[in-house]
């Protein structure tokens, strides 16, 4: 079985300013790992994964995320957001063998003001 | 593009009534999955299904049923709605190889 933590329920920010949007996993397989964004009113969207190979993975809007191995995190990254980013940001992972059942975070609402 | 639709995407319905809300995807995936969605909460895999005529129950102990009949539709049903059921139910599948899920918009459900 797996397990996401996210440490952060709400993140604000400023505009323009970096963020770090925290997620760590626990599983006994290997895992695939995710991010999700949840606008208002709307279902998940991928926003990045993680396979393999290179350990930084990115965004096509900006954002990066890290997997680290020895601390079992995933976390997520931006060096400079903009309004448009308030959203609900979920960390998922899924085992790369049997269910393929995606495990959800809590999320982390992060709200950027102007 | 994914193409996941769910509807209705907004239900407010009196206790003791039965609803289905309906997802269908023309990705032609095997894999699909309804959670339930509780703001500040883990999104709770409720049932999911591997293919047609194959259902399970997820982790959330849940009163609803869900059938697959035929590969593109994953409806789930309450045969009794009560106010606890009262949250936002989320549609997704994944095909065979794929890594991710895609998600629908959403059934936001209101038993009053």
């Known amino acids: 079985a797996q397990s996401v933590t996210q440490l952060d329920s709400q993140v604000p920010v400023f505009e323009e300013a970096p963020v770090e949007l925290r997620c760590n996993y626990s599983?006994?397989?290997?895992?695939?790992l995710f991010w999700y964004v949840q606008y208002p009113n709307q279902g998940l969207q991928l926003l990045l994964k993680y396979l393999s190979g290179s350990t930084l993975v990115e965004s096509i809007n900006g954002f990066e995320a890290e997997f680290n191995k020895s601390q079992t995190s995933f976390h997520l990254r931006k060096p400079s957001v903009h309004i448009s980013d308030t959203a609900e940001y979920f960390c998922a992972v899924s085992d790369r063998g049997g269910s393929y059942i995606p495990t959800f975070g809590r999320g982390t609402s992060l709200i950027v003001h102007p | 593009e994914a193409d996941i639709y769910q509807t209705p995407r907004y239900l407010v319905i009196g206790t003791g009534k039965k609803i289905t809300l309906e997802c269908s995807q023309t990705?032609?995936?095997?894999?699909m999955y309804w959670y339930q969605q509780d703001p500040g909460m883990e999104l709770h895999l409720i049932h999911y299904s591997y293919g047609v005529n194959s259902t399970e129950k997820g982790d959330l102990s849940s009163e609803s049923t869900v059938s697959r009949i035929r590969t593109e539709h994953f409806p789930l049903t309450l045969e009794s709605a009560r106010p606890s059921h009262t949250s936002q139910y989320l549609c997704a599948s994944r095909g065979t190889g794929g890594t991710e899920a895609f998600f629908g918009q959403g059934t936001r459900l209101t038993v009053v």
């Open positions: 599983s006994s397989v290997s895992v695939y």
């Open positions: 990705m032609g995936h095997d894999k």
